[in-house]
């Protein structure tokens, strides 16, 4: 991972601790948790270094408790099954001794099949023709991205609205593995938002993430522009569902993303 961008090395860096378990630092990214997206790819770098090889083609995550910056993260993985084709891992992360997720992932041997895919992307201007956003610090910091928001907010901020364009700042060589986590990090950005219903004009009191899923439908390349889509589907009660897709700047869909998100309403 020598040509790997220094934050992108730092998420990653996983340090054996025997068997299939390893470990990571929390660097501080100027927020009082850790983004979710980061626990959830390091938890995949986790099990993708126990699956010989073979790419990941999707990952479920619940989250459980929030991440703390500065407090090491612990990754357990087991190994359920590999077969012919499919290998299944299943990774806990923990902090302090008591676990903030549980993802399931799966990896699949590339095979000859079908290639389609259902209609076009959204229209939307290319990321050249966008303004790059000022951005929060815990998306410059420490992993690095490019980001055009496509319709950005009045007086920009954050979340960012889908959908927008976004890579990995600087290349980072060409272990699909890598990518693949990668795409799992970004995948969680802005998406809470997006679960919300359409001109839903209460505030919220809370806003979390509760599970999120990835479908890998083609190699991902993070470090080249991608554009992120996600729209609501269903709100009731204290949840919401937004579902979102990937593609790249000539059409093609590389990923597909799910999330639960718990939604509760400020008091008025």
């Not at 997720?101 to 895919?117: C, K, R, T, V």
């Not at 910091?141 to 890579?167: K, Q, S, T, Y």
Request: net charge negative; aromatic share 8%.
């Amino acid at each position: 991972m020598s040509d790997v961008p220094d934050g992108i090395t730092r998420v990653f860096d996983l340090t054996p601790l025997g068997g299939d378990s390893f470990t990571a630092a929390s660097p501080p990214v100027g927020r009082p948790r850790l983004f979710g997206g980061q626990v959830a790819a390091q938890s995949l770098r986790a099990a993708c270094l126990t699956a010989g090889g073979r790419p990941p083609h999707s990952l479920h995550a619940y989250f459980i408790r929030p991440g703390l910056p500065d407090d090491p993260l612990v990754f357990e993985v087991a190994r359920t099954r590999d077969g012919r084709s499919f290998s299944t891992r299943h990774v806990t992360a923990s902090q302090g001794g008591k676990p903030i997720l549980e993802l399931i992932a799966s990896f699949h041997d590339p095979e000859d099949g079908f290639d389609w895919q259902a209609g076009p992307p959204p229209s939307a201007p290319g990321p050249e023709e966008l303004a790059e956003p000022e951005l929060p610090a815990f998306l410059r910091h420490p992993a690095g991205f490019d980001i055009r928001v496509v319709n950005p907010p009045a007086g920009g901020g954050f979340p960012m609205p889908h959908p927008f364009w976004i890579r990995v700042s600087a290349p980072v060589g060409d272990d699909p593995s890598l990518h693949a986590c990668l795409v799992a990090y970004l995948s969680d950005m802005g998406v809470v938002s997006s679960a919300r219903a359409p001109g839903s004009p209460r505030r919220l009191a809370t806003a979390v993430t509760l599970d999120h899923a990835v479908w890998f439908h083609r190699p991902p390349r993070a470090d080249r522009w991608l554009l992120y889509s996600a729209d609501p589907v269903a709100n009731h009660g204290a949840r919401g569902l937004a579902r979102g897709t990937l593609h790249t700047a000539d059409g093609t869909l590389v990923a597909s993303v799910a999330q639960e998100a718990l939604l509760r309403p400020a008091s008025p």
